[in-house]
């Protein structure tokens, strides 16, 4: 997907929102959008997605795109279930694997038992887990994130990391605003902020923290699959016996890389997680 | 194609589980009640429904299009582009129109009375009136539907006005001389005082034509005012 010289305001006179911003984001990257409240991130992502014109310059899109807005409404007189699957046929999909794919992603939420429920009765973090599905089950080229994680429960947004590292993994172009600074580090390819004069510019990611104690988690994946390529903190691997591994990361992002391996794909059993030993 | 299938159902579906379709739909029997009495000669009844289908059938086009909130309309058009999410809203419209055209001739020969008026020079078959009233009555539909695309967003941006242009547009689709609802409502009158009926099947490809033209200029332009 790719952005160039691309210029947003609204109406003649208005201020420009954005201005001159360039963004190429490739298959595979995962790209972070920051920048203050009203600073124009918002409008990046919707003109990313076709949903606004650009003033100036042109959005290239290679294919279909996924988009999760910022506050769903329940006012949708769906339930889940048949909105995901209203909705993955607009995708493309056929109704079968709308369906499939719908129960999968309700599961990995955590809310198939209230699929049947009208949106409208839904709790605002169950909607919003509602508005993430809706975006997931395309498996799409282009996935658009902003600010999805606003809401959700501390599972929900681990399992939302997951799925957006997975769609990266997969040859997915993934652009998202979020608020925590700390969303997805050590995985996001690169950083852009939204200037006050509508600019955008590239962020140098701070260094990892270095240095301090190195924790290794040994892991055995049942299936023999490969872990995925991201991981938070790019821990070091080491192959053990068999389908077991170890993954050895400064402790800043063990907990972090601890999380992605229980709710990601592919299914994991810890066997062990310790400090480094010949440290202090 | 596909896409456009799946958003004209997602629309209708909107329009049922929202209950959008009902107002319109009130609007229809209650005029319906009053402008026709059982035993009424079924040729002018016919004429009278399919004129009362214009503005009805451009409300349906502005209930389907505000039943979504801007939220959700913009997952779709991510996904589909704002063309064809225009598109799919305008086609569940006119289903919506065209199911109660449908739904209006059947009613009106079960309850009418005699084909043409009393004093009529012919004497026509029922199937022939049916023929040119369901004819008529879909000619209606599209251009109520007509109307409704040209009143609305994208065309339309300030809602308030948006209902006057929807009037106004509906009322301009009856009277005006040239509108082929005009010519196929006064034909179906016409026919009901003289008895000679005739399906107006130049009307409707007219009004097909329109529709189609303009239907698709409209959705062009919401791809390139989206908002």
Known sequence: ?280 | MRLVGALTRYHLELLVRSHAWLPPFLAFALLMVIGVQPGDPLLGGLGFGAGVLVPVSAWYVRAALNAEPPASRACLVAAAGAPRVHLGALLAALTAGLLLAAGEVAALWGLSGAVANTGAGHAPGVGEALTAGLATSVVCVLAGVLAGALGNRPVLLRSPYGILATLGLSAGALVLPGSPANAAVRDLVTAARTGLVAAPWAELLLALALLGLLGAAVAALAGRRPE
């Not at chain 1, 650009?54 to 910022?70: D, I, K, L, N, W």
């Not at chain 1, 409208?120 to 080229?141: D, F, M, N, Y």
Request: include cysteine; glycine fraction near 12%; charged fraction near 25%.
């Open chain 1, 1 to 280: 997907m790719e952005l160039t010289a691309v210029g947003k305001r609204y109406g003649r006179g208005g201020r420009w929102i954005l201005r001159g911003v360039h963004l190429a984001v490739g298959p595979g990257e995962l790209v972070r959008i920051a920048g203050a409240n009203g600073s124009g991130k918002s409008t990046l992502l919707r003109l990313a997605a076709g949903i606004e014109r650009p003033s100036t310059g042109r959005v290239a899109r290679p294919g279909p795109v996924a988009y999760v807005p910022e506050r769903f409404p329940p006012a949708l007189p769906f339930d889940a279930a048949s909105y995901l699957l209203r909705v993955g046929r607009v995708h493309g999909l056929s109704a079968e694997a709308a369906r499939r794919r719908a129960g999968w992603w309700l599961e990995r939420f955590g809310i198939a038992d209230r699929a049947g429920t009208p949106l409208s009765r839904l709790s605002k973090g169950t909607c919003q887990k509602v508005a993430v599905a809706q975006a997931l089950i395309a498996e799409p080229r282009v996935l658009l994130l902003d600010e999805a994680w606003t809401g959700l429960d501390p599972q929900a947004r681990a399992v939302l990391d997951e799925a957006a590292a997975e769609r990266a993994a997969r040859g997915g172009a993934v652009l998202f605003v979020d608020h925590d600074p700390t969303r997805l580090a050590g995985r996001t390819g690169a950083v852009y902020r939204v200037g006050a004069d509508g600019g955008l510019r590239a962020v140098e990611q701070e260094a990892r923290p270095e240095g301090g104690p190195v924790m290794e988690i040994e892991v055995d994946v049942p299936d023999g699959s490969p872990l995925p390529e991201r991981l938070p903190g790019a821990p070091e691997r080491a192959a053990l016996g068999g389908t077991a591994v170890r993954l050895a990361v400064s402790r800043a992002h063990s907990d972090a890389l601890l999380r992605s391996l229980l709710v990601g794909r592919p299914a994991v059993r810890v066997l062990a997680v310790r400090r480094r030993e010949g440290e202090r």
